[in-house]
């Protein structure tokens, strides 16, 4: 899902910023167990496939 554009000088994600704010997300002092539930949710929200 990133791109590396050399004129931006970073990448660059396919992605609309709605989208972005909407994400799971969690406060600092409050990460989640990275676990494969954890991943799960994470990639069924960005529709990909597979284990983080």
Do not use: H
């Not at 396919?14 to 539930?37: I, N, T, V, W």
């Amino acid at each position: 899902m990133l791109t590396y554009e050399t004129d931006q000088g970073g990448y660059v994600v396919d992605l609309d910023k709605d989208m972005l704010e909407k994400a799971p997300s969690y406060r600092s002092g409050d990460e989640p167990r990275y676990d494969r539930a954890y991943g799960e949710q994470v990639n069924s929200y960005y529709g990909v496939g597979g284990y983080i």
